[in-house]
């Protein structure tokens, strides 16, 4: 049986990236019929300070970004982690599971804590253990994220392998099969725009944290800031390479291919047998109008659902509810499958 999970953090600034390494894609699983959970990762916000009123705010955002992008609340599942105990719970256990030494590779850790890596909340530590709890409280099979995550999903696979031969005979005993109780979890990681760059310096991502906010499209931004930044967006002085061979050494170039095909929902070589030998003012015209046309629908629509916070919250306890009929019978065999005594 296939369950997708994914998650977004509501950290400020959803932009282009989000939106096209993982929202976009999260309403394509789900009109392929799969049984999906979307889920704002709130507890995962926090690792990092956050103003609590902020929060708030910045949880209905992301949920309005879900909804208005074409996730249906009916068919996918659309929750905020803090309202299903299951995640902490379940994180505990794999704490235990975990090495220490898994943790230390983890390089997002390494950039979010920075050089003062001794004041860095024991939650910023921890957190890829709780997104292995997120994905394995589901049984998810598969997990559609950007590139930036294949490293945490690569220790959710391992935290699953580690707990299955962990607690191998318990399983059994318990009445599970020989594959083990947590399914390996296959990262859905790919499409044109699987890694974003930044539109000042293709050697780095777009992210919500970089100070600049040129580098970025927000999907809360209007057509003529979208315009703006396109515009304003480093590029070389070439014109476009006919083949996507020639985007080689050429980031910059290659990113705003790989966007305007993500959003076109082509490849790269289709861009370019179109617009190679144009250039660049061109191309970014076309950018301008193609994002355009595909982000102002859904910054409209955030806005009318942001205007409505009841709504919000009503489809986040309604989701939170149905995540937990599914969460809960997994903690408890769980429970059973580690030794913990039970209420009878
Ligand atoms: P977050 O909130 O940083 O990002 C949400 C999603 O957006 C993708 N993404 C990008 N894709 C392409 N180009 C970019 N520049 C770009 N920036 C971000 C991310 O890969 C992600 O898919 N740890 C996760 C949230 C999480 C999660 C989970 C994901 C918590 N639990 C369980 C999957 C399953 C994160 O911080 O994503």
């Known amino acids: 049986n296939e369950l997708v999970f994914s998650g977004v953090q509501p950290t400020g600034n959803l932009h282009l990236g989000n939106y096209l390494g993982a929202i976009k894609r999260f309403v394509e699983m789900q009109n392929r019929d799969a049984q999906c959970l979307y889920c704002v990762v709130d507890m ?75 004041n860095a909340s024991v939650g910023l530590y921890a957190y890829p253990v709780l997104m292995a709890a997120d994905i394995l409280a589901y049984r998810a099979t598969h997990v559609p994220v950007g590139e930036d995550q294949k490293q945490h999903l690569e220790l959710t696979r391992d935290i699953a392998q580690k707990f299955n031969t962990d607690f191998a005979g318990s399983i059994m005993a318990h009445g599970h099969g020989e594959d083990g109780f947590f399914p390996v979890t296959e990262p859905l990681i790919g499409g044109p725009a ?123 306890a309604d989701g939170a509810a149905r995540a937990e009929a599914i969460a809960a019978p997994t903690l408890d065999a769980v429970k059973d499958i580690v030794g913990f005594v039970r209420r009878t």
């Not at 609340?73 to 794999?94: C, D, G, K, T, Y």
């Not at 235990?96 to 890596?117: E, H, P, S, Y």
């Not at 930044?198 to 979208?226: H, P, V, W």
């Not at 050429?250 to 617009?275: C, S």
Request: aromatic share 6%; glycine share 6%.
């Open 194 to 316: 699987a890694r974003v760059m930044s539109l000042r310096d293709g050697a780095k991502k777009m992210s919500k944290s970089d100070a600049s906010d040129n580098s970025r499209i927000n999907l809360t931004d209007d057509q003529d800031l979208i315009a703006q930044k396109v515009r304003k967006a480093k590029t070389d002085p070439d014109p476009l390479p006919s083949e996507a061979e020639g985007l080689k050494g050429r980031p910059e170039a290659d990113n705003l291919v790989g966007i305007y095909a993500a959003l076109a929902e082509t490849t790269r070589e289709a861009v370019l047998a179109q617009y190679g030998g144009a250039q660049f003012s061109a191309f970014k015209g076309a950018l301008v109008d193609l994002a355009v046309e595909k982000l102002s629908p859904i910054n409209a629509e955030m806005k009318r659902l942001t205007a409505d916070p009841g709504h919000i919250d009503a489809v986040l």
């Open 44 to 118: 995962h916000a926090i690792t990092l300070w956050q103003d609590p009123q902020a929060l708030r705010g910045q949880i209905r955002e992301v949920t309005a970004a879900f909804l208005a992008a074409g996730i249906d609340p009916r068919r996918s599942i659309v929750f905020n982690q803090s309202q299903v105990p299951a995640h902490a719970e379940l994180a505990w256990i794999f704490n235990c599971v975990a090495r220490i030494g898994w943790l230390n590779r983890m390089t997002q850790f390494k950039d979010k804590a920075g050089k003062d890596r001794e």
